[in-house]
């Protein structure tokens, strides 16, 4: 039997019923107030922190950089053109903003943790593509210093304007390099609170 109470408060008229146990509206109040359980990996906050164009585009960059350069210095490649780290950065690149394109379609732990793998790699590769164009910058082009006795310079030493255009074109790589190694922290970094998020809520389930 259902007990049934009714309080007047004021001009409001409360009714409270005590169902018993074995009622079967019982486990259906019961079913009907729990939470939705939370099944998926939420990625939100990781999506709108993850700027994938800019890892495309600058891989895109890279790659066709390389290609050009490669192509115009193949007599006397330089030293970023001799490393070949505008392949290897853009193939980087590529593939890391292909990851985060993926992790905006799909609820993946995984996905994450492996964009947040990839931005470690970006950022060692920046820094490294750094160091190297900022070694090409200062170089001086081989066989162009002080001539030795009874010996001319080569004929690529009387045009010096191709030095300043690698310059400055290893300047722009150096400041797309910066940019992306930001960038990669970022990912890391929103990558990171969003997989010990989801570790410290399975925990606390």
């Known amino acids: 039997m259902a007990a049934t109470t009714v309080t007047d408060a004021g001009s409001v008229r409360i009714i409270t019923e005590v169902i018993p146990a074995t009622d079967p509206r019982a486990a259906q109040l019961a079913s009907g107030s729990r939470a939705p359980a939370r099944t998926s990996f939420q990625t939100q906050g990781f999506r709108r922190a993850h700027p994938k164009t800019i890892h495309i585009f600058t891989g895109i960059a890279h790659i066709c950089f390389g290609i050009i350069l490669t192509l115009s210095e193949h ?20 593939v890391s903003g292909s990851l985060l394109v993926e992790s905006e379609r799909r609820d993946s ?5 492996a964009c947040c793998v990839l931005s470690v790699g970006v950022i060692l590769g920046t820094l490294v593509a750094i160091g190297i164009h900022g070694t090409a910058i200062t170089q001086i082009t081989p066989g162009c210093g002080k001539p030795e006795p009874f010996r001319t310079r080569p004929e690529w030493c009387l045009h010096m304007e191709s030095k300043k255009l690698s310059n400055g074109l290893d300047s722009i790589l150096v400041l797309l390099g910066l940019l992306e190694f930001c960038v990669a922290v970022a990912v890391l970094a929103f990558g990171y609170d969003t997989v010990w998020e989801h570790t410290y809520t399975q925990l606390a389930l």
Do not use: H
């Open 75 to 94: 007599r006397n490649p330089s030293l970023p053109v001799a490393s070949g780290v505008l392949f290897w950065l853009g193939i980087l690149l590529l």
């Open 109 to 113: 732990p995984a996905l994450v943790k």
